[in-house]
């Protein structure tokens, strides 16, 4: 499995129903953040090795009710320290 974190763009208001709908229909979601900024939203997902990562977002998450636009980060590695 790999993260993918994409930034999300949402018409005015409608964020909290974008992240709402993203946490209902979209099984690979993980955690989904309001943040300011340019964009309304960053959401974190799981993808399974060999899914199409351009194809999930614009089929899944594009379509969300609500979004304008989004901006996709790939990861490459995980670095996880001790709690501190």
Request: with cysteine.
């Given at each position: 499995?790999?993260?993918?974190?994409?930034?999300?763009?949402?018409?005015?208001?409608?964020?909290?129903?974008?992240?709402?709908?993203?946490?209902?229909?979209?099984?690979?979601?993980s955690e989904i953040?309001?943040?300011?900024?340019?964009?309304?939203?960053?959401?974190?997902?799981?993808?399974?090795?060999?899914?199409?990562?351009?194809?999930?977002?614009?089929?899944?998450?594009?379509?969300?009710?609500?979004?304008?636009?989004?901006?996709?980060?790939?990861?490459?590695?995980?670095?996880?320290?001790?709690?501190?």
């Amino acid at each position: 499995m790999r993260a993918v974190f994409v930034m999300i763009k949402c018409d005015l208001g409608k964020a909290y129903q974008v992240a709402d709908e993203a946490v209902e229909s979209i099984e690979e979601i993980s955690e989904i953040y309001s943040t300011s900024g340019q964009y309304d939203l960053l959401a974190k997902f799981y993808l399974e090795d060999g899914v199409d990562t351009g194809r999930f977002i614009t089929e899944k998450v594009q379509t969300l009710p609500g979004v304008k636009d989004t901006f996709t980060l790939i990861t490459f590695n995980a670095f996880v320290g001790a709690a501190r």
